[in-house]
């Protein structure tokens, strides 16, 4: 079974428009982090926002906020008010027992969700 | 600025080849990572590192090596390059739960 799901492989949306980005994950560790990164064509991977299990509150880093709902096993990428240099691949990942682990395990990726942003 | 450098942005080797990708981290972190990159698959993790000498294998392993003699660089090794290894291959540390990534490097097998 996957751990990462991204649902949507290509979404088309206008400037200005706020975008909402799908992640669900499969875990039975209750310590864990999700993650989001972006990949513009250039290939570098840009770390966006982080959530851990335990923290209380969404996660928010400028104009990206990670909609987290434990219940539901579900951390959507929210991006307010889209730019067309937020046109990039997106994705999703997992590491387990990183609250208690330190951070020496790998992460685990979705297929990712390719974002182009019209004028 | 924490830099993560990778020794080639693209390779080009024929079938059969040892293959060697290098990986640098300027910020003393702990953790290095191989990941592989292929279409509609995302990255996947070949093998990581938490310390000098110390590897633990990944997800994908099969026909890889690694190697960490320093703190600050990680080896990725292509015993006998297929075609099947072509990909884009990514390089990673932390010290944290947070991961930083190098630019990657374009491998073709040929």
């Known amino acids: 079974a996957q751990k990462i799901t991204q649902t949507q492989p290509g979404m088309f949306v206008q400037e200005k428009e706020a975008v909402t980005l799908d992640c669900t994950y499969d875990?039975?560790?209750?310590?864990?982090?999700l993650f989001w990164y972006k990949q513009p064509s250039s290939g570098e991977m840009i770390f966006l926002i982080y959530q851990g299990s335990y923290d209380q509150q969404n996660a928010t880093e400028g104009r990206y906020s990670l909609n987290f709902q434990k219940a539901r096993k579900s951390a959507n990428l929210v991006i307010s008010a889209s730019q067309l240099g937020d046109s990039a691949m997106y994705f999703c990942?997992?590491?387990?027992?990183?609250?208690?682990?330190?951070?020496?395990?790998?992460?685990?990726f979705g297929k990712g969700t390719h974002l182009i942003i019209q004028p | 600025d924490v830099k993560v450098t990778q020794s080639s942005r693209y390779l080009v080797k024929r079938t059969g080849e040892k293959v060697f990708l290098e990986c640098v981290q300027d910020m003393d972190h702990e953790n290095m990572f191989w990941y592989r990159q292929d279409p509609g698959l995302g990255l996947r993790l070949i093998y990581f590192s938490y310390d000098v000498k110390m590897k633990e294998k990944g997800d994908i392993p099969e026909g890889y090596s690694v190697s960490r003699e320093k703190k600050e660089r990680f080896s990725l090794i292509l015993e006998s390059a297929s075609t099947n290894q072509t990909s884009m291959y990514l390089c990673?540390?932390?010290?944290?739960?947070?991961?930083?990534f190098g630019p990657g490097t374009r491998l073709t097998v040929t």
């Open positions: 990673a540390s932390s010290v944290g739960p947070r991961q930083y």
């Open positions: 990942a997992m590491r387990e027992g990183v609250v208690a682990g330190g951070g020496a395990d790998g992460l685990t």
């Open positions: 875990t039975s560790d209750p310590s864990y982090g």
